[in-house]
T-cell receptor, first 113, second 113 residues
Framework: AQTVTQSQPEMSVQEAETVTLSCTYD???????LFWYKQPPSRQMILVIR??????QNATENRFSVNFQKAAKSFSLKISDSQLGDAAMYFC??????????FGKGTRLHILP | DGGITQSPKYLFRKEGQNVTLSCEQN?????MYWYRQDPGQGLRLIYY???????QKGDIAEGYSVSREKKESFPLTVTSAQKNPTAFYLC????????????FGSGTQLSVL
């Protein structure tokens, strides 16, 4: 069975600095999708970024980018120029051949003014 | 506007009572999901459905039941067999059940009286 592990329960970063959140996963599938979701205090889940495993190029969305290492089964999220609005829980998620989508336990990100 | 509607926002359950959480989507999505979130925890999959009249157990299905009689609707019943039902419940959908991102509802907070 697939698993998703986020080893950093909490992190802090100074406003305007860069922070990287870690995610590793375990799978025997060759084609899959990886996601980072953000959950602010409102608890509404928001998609941050998505990566298809067959694409070698790392996905980017404005200040958010990923470092996807397929062989190492690693999928980290880099947030550049951190802003106060980035404070949230961040979840890494995996979707394989079937519709089932599994999530890691999350990393709580604090932004220090 | 297209989206996912969960109701009610807050729900209270008495001992021995079954309660049903509503989830409706007008996005014409095939796949729908139910997740449970405990404080400080990630999202755990309860049930998912790829098409009408079909659904699959997730990782924590015991004490829960679902139905998928219409494409738009995927209600979740928390039965009296679920001994620790207090949690935040999130419903989600995706367009083809294989490679698309999840769209989430705003959640239902269930508490035990």
């Amino acid at each position: 069975a697939q698993t998703v592990t986020q080893s950093q329960p909490e992190m802090s970063v100074q406003e305007a600095e860069t922070v990287t959140l870690s995610c590793t996963y375990d799978t025997s599938e060759s084609d899959y999708y990886l996601f980072w979701y953000k959950q602010p205090p409102s608890r509404q889940m928001i998609l941050v970024i998505r990566q298809e495993a067959y694409k070698q190029q790392n996905a980017t969305e404005n200040r958010f980018s990923v470092n996807f290492q397929k062989a190492a089964k690693s999928f980290s999220l880099k947030i550049s120029d951190s802003q106060l609005g980035d404070a949230a829980m961040y979840f890494c998620a995996y979707k394989g051949y079937v519709a089932k989508i599994i999530f890691g336990k999350g990393t709580r990100l604090h932004i220090l003014p | 506007d297209g989206g996912i509607t969960q109701s009610p926002k807050y729900l209270f359950r008495k001992e021995g009572q079954n309660v049903t959480l509503s989830c409706e989507q007008n996005l014409n999505h095939d796949a729908m999901y139910w997740y449970r979130q405990d404080p400080g925890q990630g999202l755990r999959l309860i049930y998912y459905s790829q098409i009408v009249n079909d659904f699959q157990k997730g990782d924590i299905a015991e004490g829960y039941s679902v139905s998928r009689e219409k494409k738009e609707s995927f209600p979740l019943t928390v039965t009296s067999a679920q001994k620790n039902p207090t949690a935040f419940y999130l419903c989600a959908s995706s367009s083809d059940g294989t490679n698309e991102k999840l769209f989430f509802g705003s959640g239902t907070q269930l508490s035990v009286l």
